[in-house]
């Protein structure tokens, strides 16, 4: 008698047996053809594609004169016309205007930029339209897939694929201060796709798109999602972000767990100096590379997104109390923030 294994062989060839003309054949369901990573990409682009727009610039030569000065790629956030994109691609624009998938132009007013985080949100009069949905960016791994997506000459949008090469990575803005917690893929940015989304295989936006290395292969950087997140919403409420500066640079770790229970933590994440600027608020309250941020007046520190909520709602000169681990101690040194240095 044939055992059970046998048995199941001799009834589904495929299994273990060639199929003989069966093999290489093409169905003819066009879905068929594609394997689980193409499916991913391409049914993530279909669904955020909508979303993904055309942004052209203008600025003004003379009164009654514009030139047309470039321009980029942004991505509906709300079904009501409001539209993130980076602060560089509207930077010192007279005129915005914004061309949808589906054809249509609208002239954008600017509601807000941040050239700290390089982010802006601009709206367009328009309702019902199709919103990309924010992702968590704590959540993002290094490995995953990230598509990057722009429309860099209206009426269609461009895809490039591949993954999250890093994470924590921190990238100068055009102001000069360093933007924290950027996403490095080797998803291409093509010309005109800054400010586009960078997204997930489920086609939520994990990171605004915002800059290349140009000698460098597969070197492409976008800002995280909940970043993005938290500075539409200042831009949203106020139109601009004032923000403290303590002159620090760091990258969000998780704690080990015999730390925040030695020392009864609420967060198990924390800020890890990366640098401390010379001469900064942070260098003069004493804080070194490789302190673990914990706290700042009472509120838990957990990453790079709660150190600047903080700042942005701190007072320039006034003081605050900094909890860190520093080795296995837990210490408290006092901060004064200053007003961000203008660079030339």
């Known amino acids: 008698m044939k055992s059970k294994l046998l048995r199941l ?65 942004g991505f509906l956030f ?25 054809g249509r132009h ?21 309702g019902g339209l199709t919103a990309a949905p924010l992702g968590d960016s704590r959540a993002v ?23 999250v090469s890093a994470l924590g990575r921190s990238l100068r803005s055009v102001s000069g201060r ?19 989304p960078l997204v997930n295989s489920r086609g939520e936006v994990i990171g605004v798109n915002t800059a290349t290395i140009l000698p460098a292969q597969g070197l492409c950087f976008a800002i995280a999602a909940n970043t993005a997140r938290y500075i539409a919403g200042r831009l949203l409420r106020d139109g601009k972000i004032s923000r403290g500066y303590i002159g620090l640079a760091g990258q969000n770790i998780a704690l080990p767990r015999r730390l925040v229970r030695f ?9 890890l100096v990366a640098s401390v600027e010379a001469g900064g608020p942070a ?10 941020i914990v706290g700042w007046d009472e509120r838990p520190i957990a990453g790079i997104e709660d ?7 701190t007072e320039p000169g006034s003081k605050a109390a900094v909890t860190l681990i520093r080795g296995t101690e837990k210490i408290t040194l006092e901060v004064v923030p200053s007003d961000r240095p203008v660079r030339q």
């Open 9 to 73: 062989l001799d009834e589904k060839p495929g299994l273990g047996q060639s199929t003989g003309p069966e093999i290489g054949r093409i169905p003819g369901h066009d879905g068929q053809l594609l394997d689980a990573y193409s499916s991913a990409v391409a049914g993530a682009a279909e669904k955020i594609s909508p979303a993904v727009v055309n942004i052209r610039v203008y600025h003004e030569r003379q009164p009654d004169q514009q030139r047309p000065a470039g321009g980029g790629s």
């Open 78 to 102: 709300t079904p009501d016309g409001f539209i993130l994109t980076n602060s560089h691609v509207v930077h010192g624009a007279s005129k915005a205007v914004v061309t949808l998938l589906d």
């Open 106 to 126: 609208f002239e954008a007013d600017l509601i807000g930029s941040d050239p700290d985080t390089d982010l802006a949100v601009i709206r367009i009069g328009a």
């Open 141 to 163: 791994r290094v490995g995953q897939i990230a598509i990057a997506i722009g429309s860099p000459f209206g009426f269609d949008y461009t895809v490039t694929a591949g993954v």
């Open 178 to 196: 360093l933007i924290d917690d950027v996403i490095q893929t080797d998803a291409a940015l093509n010309p005109g796709n800054s400010g586009g």
């Open 263 to 271: 020392h009864q933590l609420k967060p198990e994440g924390a800020l």
């Open 283 to 292: 260098e003069k309250a004493g804080l070194r590379e490789q302190d673990l």
């Open 307 to 313: 150190l600047q909520r903080v700042l942005s709602e």
